[in-house]
């Protein structure tokens, strides 16, 4: 069975860094790329970015690239998610999510298959 | 970036069935994916490429469109439906997600 097994809460103050921790298992982990979506409080869902845990590779939405540095440790199976220079918009809760390929009439794409239990981070003083 | 504008919440009764719209604006082929969050848990995928069910979904569930419009149907809607539902499409970087609709049973 997939498993997404994420970190504990995190409080950390403005201006502050913190990291969650992803660990996967019931797969091998260097064969699918790593997803985090970020989710504020009562809102919607935003994609962050993903990390290729084989090969160190990353993309990233262009709000998070001075926001969120994206690493993976193949040794453990875990992917982890740094958050720097926090604000209160910062405060949300964080899912790491695996990319699974689909392939119908040759055309392929990367879906969300498996998703973490979700971090929480709160901004506060 | 591509925004996708979903319907806003619904409200059912157990046994009808529902549509929920979900609009890009631009073409993302058949590259939508629809996922349903509950209250205090992680989202679930459900469907795939527009139309594919996910392993595991019950065939309550279907998906289709093509292009700038897609629907997820369920039918017959069941009290254990009450979630958020997201659209995301995976044509365009980057990947983006719709508000969500909020499905409640009356």
């Known amino acids: 069975e997939v498993q997404l097994q994420q970190s504990g809460p995190e409080v950390g103050r403005p201006g502050s860094s913190v990291k969650i921790s992803c660990k996967a298992s019931?797969?091998?982990?260097?064969?699918?790329?790593m997803n985090w979506v970020k989710q504020s409080p009562g809102q919607g869902l935003e994609w962050i970015g993903w990390?290729?845990?084989?090969?160190?590779?990353?993309d990233y939405a262009e709000k998070f690239k001075k926001k969120a540095t994206l690493t993976a440790d193949t040794s453990s199976s875990t992917a982890y998610i740094q958050l720097s220079s926090l604000t209160s918009e910062d405060t949300a809760t964080y899912f790491c999510?695996?990319?699974?390929?689909?392939?119908?009439?040759?055309?392929?794409?990367?879906?969300?298959?498996?998703w973490g239990q979700g971090a929480s981070v709160t901004v506060s003083s | 970036d591509t925004v996708l504008t979903q319907s806003p919440a619904l409200a059912v009764s157990p046994g009808e069935r529902v549509t929920i719209s979900c609009r890009a604006s631009?073409?993302?082929?058949?590259?939508m994916h629809w996922y349903q969050q509950k209250p205090g848990q992680q989202p679930k995928l459900l469907i795939y490429?527009?139309?594919h069910l996910e392993s595991g979904v019950p065939a309550r569930f279907s998906g289709s469109g093509s292009g700038t419009d897609f629907t997820l149907t369920i039918d017959p809607v069941e009290a254990d439906d009450t979630a958020t539902y997201y659209c995301?499409?995976?044509?365009?970087?980057?990947?983006?997600f719709g508000a969500g609709t909020k499905l409640e049973l009356k």
């Open positions: 999510a695996r990319l699974g390929l689909v392939t119908i009439a040759a055309i392929s794409t990367g879906v969300m298959d498996a």
């Open positions: 995301q499409q995976s044509w365009n970087d980057p990947y983006t």
């Open positions: 990390i290729d845990p084989e090969y160190g590779s990353t």
């Open positions: 490429l527009a139309s």
């Open positions: 631009e073409s993302v082929s058949t590259l």
């Open positions: 019931g797969y091998t982990f260097t064969d699918y790329v």
